[in-house]
């Protein structure tokens, strides 16, 4: 946090947590459209991810809202 501000600092790591769900779409076989729309959601939670941290000063909060997000997904979608 002394030599990146927050918010470089945290666009970075929503493009990075993008990146890390590529495998999981090219092992599923998705459509382009579905996967740039995917990415720009991955994108946005990250964003959100690192706001709970900021916010909050622990990652156990953001590893909560991720869960509690993944468990939405999984019984609404």
């Given at each position: 946090m002394d030599s990146v501000r927050f918010w470089i600092?945290?666009?970075i790591t929503a493009l990075l947590f993008a990146s890390i769900h590529f495998p999981i779409w090219f092992y599923k076989g998705?459509?382009?459209p579905y996967m740039l729309s995917s990415t720009i959601t991955a994108f946005v939670l990250g964003i959100i991810f690192g706001l709970v941290y900021k916010k909050s000063n622990s990652l156990w909060s953001a590893i909560i809202v991720h869960s509690l997000y993944n468990l939405l997904?999984?019984?609404f979608y």
């Open positions: 600092a945290n666009i998705l459509s382009f997904v999984s019984l």
